[in-house]
């Protein structure tokens, strides 16, 4: 999948060409009647565009994929790697469960509160950075990690942090 920069706005959403032909792409890979096994690839799709899926994004894959709603909107709700508000740019996710808790991920999380201002879930004021809990992403030998986007950052520390959140606003 391409990855071009999300807007994060809460304009329409609109399936561009391009996005209608990743569509295509993917609905294809599946035989007639199946098309619901292409509703994580389209909303993927639609997360890579506006950085998150609205019900009205839900909607617009539902319609593609000739199916009910309801059937959208139980996977987008399911899985947490699917952002039902608008985000920040960059989404922190921070592991949450037992082997990172207890090497510090309580005090990285709070470590964010306080350099970024923002409780978890909001958004920065430059619209650059969110950060939220999660449960575990299956690293824990690297404990405390986060994962933002599709990149892994283990054993975090505050240096780190900093380093990381510097580099992301100098981009
Ligand atoms: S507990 Fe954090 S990655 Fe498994």
Aim: hydrophobic content about 40%.
């Amino acid at each position: 999948m391409h990855s071009t920069k999300p807007s994060h706005s809460k304009a329409a959403v609109v399936f561009t060409p391009e996005m209608m032909a990743q569509v295509e792409h993917f609905t294809k890979q599946y035989p007639a009647g199946k098309q619901k096994s292409a509703i994580i690839p389209l909303l993927h799709i639609v997360q890579k565009k506006y950085g998150w899926v609205s019900v009205e994004a839900q909607d617009k894959v539902a319609e593609l994929l000739q199916l009910q709603p309801i059937e959208v909107y139980e996977v987008a709700t399911f899985y947490t790697m699917f952002h039902l508000h608008p985000v920040g740019q960059y989404v922190l996710e921070v592991c949450r469960t037992g082997p990172c808790m207890i090497v510090g991920a309580e005090d990285i999380c709070k470590y964010l509160e306080n350099k970024l201002g923002i409780k978890e879930g909001e958004i920065t004021a430059d619209g650059l950075f969110t950060w939220r809990t999660v449960e575990c992403l299956g690293a824990c030998g690297y404990a405390p990690m986060m994962q933002v986007g599709d990149n892994f950052h283990e054993y975090l520390t505050p240096e780190k942090m900093d380093k990381l959140i510097g580099d992301w606003r100098n981009k």
